[in-house]
């Protein structure tokens, strides 16, 4: 039985306040061209991009045109429900920000019992989520519907025959201004790097060699030196053994108390498997991280580019940096022996540099 097609916009953005005001036109003749971004899972890329050149086929007439200036390959974590809100964080972060819209395909299926969808879009975060029910004839739809609704504040939008032309023709009518084309197009310049900053970290081992923890510091240290301009410093390492029970706060306190010194952050490296207490995540997390603390645990057991791959990524949280689905990337939430740094990570991870963390 075929759905029934509902869609939700979270954010309708005031594209067109102050509409009034707006004199100043696009000349008409000229095609306003709209950047894409594609965030896929599986092959349905290519499906994606003809879907693309038949959009543009009806899009046409109107001056209107679609271009894809980026593809990302993304992996989203399987869960029975999704939260939109962690959908869209997780795929803004995998791409860069400078587009007018986020297109993404998923495996996933984004339907409840209440909500019937397969697709979200939110214009705020100029993204379209669209799950693996949607066929390729309605691609070519979605990708119409969605431009077009970059053009309206109406929360919800259905795209129709009628209501298409209707739409087309209001565009053609009010043209297309400057003002518009500024607000389709939020330009997020790259961050600049800025001074160096040294963080500095005390240790607790529970089991863990002193010859490890320095090793994984020294690692993780060239890597965000190359990466953020920003050098990790050791500042003492204690014996912490956590024995049978383990408790973040305990052990928090137990290295905070055994520290000679103060430091930024505050790690701790456990040569035991903690999974028993791991419970309700979709993953098994191998390290966590609290970022108002500025402290994270991360398991030894497994090999060892695991374990370095997981002090980058607890290390990242700890700067405010949340998941991404983009595949190899470092913040994504499943395996954690990932490399590449997503341009969302690497934006948080500037921007908080100089984050200090206060304890009382
Ligand atoms: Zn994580």
Not at 183 to 200: P, S, V, Y
Not at 252 to 261: C, G, Q, R, S, T
Request: contains cysteine; aromatic residues 10%; proline residues 2%.
């Amino acid at each position: 039985m075929k759905k029934i097609i509902t869609y939700i916009l979270i954010a309708a953005n005031s594209l067109f306040l102050n509409r009034s005001a707006e004199k100043e036109d696009i000349n008409n003749d000229s095609t306003r061209t709209i950047d894409l971004c594609l965030a896929y899972e599986n092959d349905r890329d290519k499906e994606f991009e003809e879907a693309l050149k038949k959009a543009n086929e009806t899009l046409k007439p109107y001056n209107l045109k679609v271009e894809l200036k980026e593809k990302d390959p993304i992996q989203i974590p399987t869960k029975k429900q999704y939260s939109h809100n962690d959908l869209i964080t997780g795929i803004r972060n995998s791409c860069t920000d400078t587009l007018d819209h986020y297109f993404t395909l998923m495996t996933g299926d984004l339907s409840s019992k209440k909500t019937n969808q397969y697709i979200i879009s939110n214009m705020r975060n100029k993204t379209t989520i669209i799950d693996s029910d949607c066929n390729e004839e309605l691609l070519e739809k979605i990708i119409v519907q969605e431009i077009l609704r970059l053009f309206t504040t109406k929360k919800e939008f259905v795209l129709t025959e009628e209501n298409m032309q209707e739409y087309f023709k209001k565009i053609s009518e009010e043209k297309i201004t400057k003002k518009h084309s500024k607000q389709f197009t939020k330009h997020t310049n790259e961050i600049e790097k800025g001074k160096d900053r040294t963080l500095t970290i005390n240790m607790g081992l529970d089991n863990v060699s002193e010859e490890t923890a320095r090793r994984l510091i020294e690692n993780s240290s060239k890597n965000y030196y190359e990466n953020f301009g920003i050098k990790l410093e050791l500042k003492g390492i204690y014996q912490t053994p956590i024995g049978t029970k383990f408790g973040r706060d305990k052990e928090y306190n137990n290295l905070i108390d055994a520290a000679k010194e103060k430091s930024d952050i505050y790690i701790i490296l456990t040569n035991q498997d903690w999974s028993q207490f791991k419970k309700n995540s979709y993953s098994t997390p191998i390290g966590q991280a609290e970022p108002y603390k500025g402290f994270c645990w991360v398991e030894t057991i497994h090999e060892e580019k695991m374990v370095q791959g997981t002090v980058n990524h607890e290390i990242a949280h700890l700067f405010g940096a949340p998941h991404v689905y983009l595949k190899n990337a470092v913040l994504t939430p499943q395996a954690h022996n990932q490399q590449r740094w997503a341009p969302g990570t690497r934006k948080v991870i500037l921007q908080n540099k100089y984050k200090t963390w206060n304890r009382y």
